[in-house]
């Protein structure tokens, strides 16, 4: 009776063996096949994925190559006066100021808000999403920025130039009679710096831009000294670092025989000095420094430039074409160059396009050089042209203002 006992518990303990032997084998056939499934799920997933990438791709290619031919008129607005009103494209809305007032409106021509002030000849400037308004030859100034006015300013001598930074404060060129002043004001008109210049020392200052975070001024000089007229460019920084410097002044470099009658700040610590022999760029938030130059042997006709790209433009020795357009990047580096025969008046960057017009023609370039666009406008003669959103522009005209999509 032991015995037999002893034989079912043995067996039993063999079956239980074999049952847990089973079930282990069971497991890992289970766990293969979930492998399987997920080892399909994903290359299905990757292949999806390759497959939008590719679509987009051609599509990107399309758009690329696409040649427009024709344009439809969306919008036009036939009640503004455009002789006297000027119109600057700011964060994708358009702000428009004239001698009476500044206002602001979207890609729709709807009106978001307006105000008046009173002014002979206004110009302005734009940094980011904020702009100023300045009296030309007055005393006032008035900054904004996308959802109204930010401040008012009263210069103390007749303004020349101005430039405004990202978050609003304003450097001033200001015509002082004997003496020239560079004035750094805050967007409620208090006087941060001030700078009398001399045309002996350091020169008459040509130019003047301003760093989007507002912390630095840079100024072209000219003077002569002998036979030669010299530049000298000067970067004034208003924080920590420039105020054991004498002056404010960090870096500067003098040109001889060289006139620089423009300097621009592309980006934050980017800026530069466009030479009557090429141009300068410089490099720093503190303290810049010249980092490339480029050299040209031919007459520069016009200069245009935006966050990436600088452009000069040359009379061409071509026969067939009038002009040639050489576009670098912001190393220096030429990126291409293509001639064109377009009597243009105005050359420009707007949204990472070169755009060039005149009365009644306008073309469009992308930034690789391929024209996009190039016809004649039949709503009336050009004062203006710029780029609102993907292929939609914004005409201005001596009879109004035209929002056109190319076709």
Avoid at 16 to 43: E, F, H, L, N, Y
Avoid at 106 to 135: G, H, R, S
Avoid at 186 to 208: C, F, H, K, W
Wanted: proline share 2%.
């Amino acid at each position: 009776m032991t015995d037999t006992k002893q034989q079912k518990n043995a067996g039993r303990a063999k079956n239980t063996g074999s049952s847990r032997k089973g079930t282990a084998s069971g497991g890992r056939s289970g766990k293969s096949r979930m492998s399987v499934r997920r080892r399909r799920v994903i290359i299905q997933l990757i292949a999806g994925i390759g497959a939008v990438i590719l679509v987009i791709a051609a599509i990107w290619l399309f758009l690329d190559r696409r040649t427009f031919r024709d344009y439809e008129v969306e919008s036009t607005s036939s009640q503004e006066d455009t002789v006297s009103t000027n119109y600057v494209e700011i964060d994708g809305k358009v702000f428009r100021y004239s001698a009476e007032s500044a206002s602001m409106v979207n890609d729709k021509q709807e009106i978001l808000w307006t105000t008046t002030y009173d002014m002979q000849n206004p110009i302005a400037d734009i940094c980011d999403k904020t702009a100023v308004v300045a009296d030309k030859g007055g005393t006032s100034m008035t900054v904004f920025n996308t959802d109204g006015v930010l401040g008012n300013i009263t210069t103390s001598y007749n303004i020349e130039k101005v430039r405004v930074a990202g978050q609003g404060v304003v450097a001033a060129i200001l015509d002082g009679g004997d003496d020239t002043w560079i004035n750094f004001y805050a967007s409620d008109g208090t006087l941060i710096a001030e700078n009398q210049t001399r045309v002996d020392e350091p020169g008459y200052p040509m130019d003047i831009a301003v760093s989007p975070d507002g912390l630095i001024i840079m100024v072209t000089y000219q003077f002569v000294e002998g036979s030669k007229t010299n530049s000298y460019v000067a970067f004034y920084n208003f924080g920590t670092v420039g105020q054991s410097q004498i002056d404010n002044i960090v870096s500067g470099y003098t040109y001889e025989g060289v006139v620089i009658p423009q300097i621009q700040y592309l980006s934050s610590g980017l800026a530069v000095a466009f030479r009557d022999d090429g141009f300068t760029i410089y490099e720093g938030k503190q303290i810049p420094k010249e980092s490339k130059s480029v050299q040209v042997d031919k007459e520069i006709v016009s200069t245009f430039y935006d966050e990436k790209h600088i452009g000069l433009v040359f009379k061409d020795e071509g026969e067939d074409k009038t002009y040639k357009l050489e576009i670098y990047g912001t190393n220096g580096n030429k990126m291409y160059e293509r001639s064109f025969n377009i009597p243009y008046t105005e050359i420009k960057m707007t949204d990472g396009y070169i755009v060039m017009y005149n009365s009644n023609q306008v073309c469009v370039v992308n930034d690789r050089g391929k024209e996009k666009f190039n016809g004649t406008i039949d709503e009336g003669t050009i004062r203006d042209f710029f780029k609102i959103g993907w292929n939609r522009y914004m005409l201005i005209l001596d009879n109004g203002v035209s929002v056109i999509k190319l076709t």
